[in-house]
């Protein structure tokens, strides 16, 4: 894709940017995200001093920096839900406004519809938290997956 400098200096508004941004300071972050666990990256707030001294011997950065990640973190989100407010991310889509109010169908849970879209969205900046039950059950369906080639080998042979 190239430099981060030139993706950003080609985006709409964001121009202005470019020339402040540390490509460096990235690799910082990243590595302080590396060092935590997919508990800690799903759910920051876990972060208190002696995780943070972890993470930051594991990153080899300072504590400080990892509480000043965090609270960064936590700004951003912040900001997000409020830009996002008002009838959230579903009435903003084409035909699907009536699914965000009172016109959903029964039964029907927008948080548990987002979720799951966003699962599927592939890597993204948040690392990304794998859930127990999405480990379990992808194990179980590998476990099917195994048996089922055995059995197809135990009928060629016969």
């Keep these: 894709m190239g430099p981060l400098r ?18 460096r300071e990235l690799v910082r972050v990243e590595a302080m995200i590396r060092s935590m666990t997919p508990r800690e990256r799903a759910e920051p707030e876990t972060i208190q001093k002696s995780r943070a001294a972890r993470i930051a011997r594991g990153s080899g950065r300072r504590s400080k920096e ?30 699907l406004g009536r699914l965000a109010g009172p016109g959903a ?3 029907f849970d927008p948080q548990a ?10 890597a993204g900046a948040g690392g990304g ?30």
Excluded: N, W
């Design 6 to 23: 030139e993706i950003f200096g080609k985006l709409p508004g964001l121009g202005s940017f470019a020339d402040q941004l540390d490509e």
């Design 113 to 122: 519809f987002l979720s799951g879209a966003r699962r599927g969205a592939g």
């Design 66 to 95: 990892v509480m000043e990640l965090v609270q960064r973190f936590r700004q951003m989100r912040e900001m997000m839900g409020a830009l996002g407010g008002g009838g959230g991310l579903l009435s903003r889509i084409p035909g």
């Design 105 to 107: 169908p029964a039964g």
């Design 129 to 158: 938290a794998v859930r127990r039950d999405d480990t379990k059950r992808r194990a179980q369906q590998k476990r099917k997956r195994k048996q089922a080639r055995k059995d197809r080998k135990k009928g060629r042979r016969r």
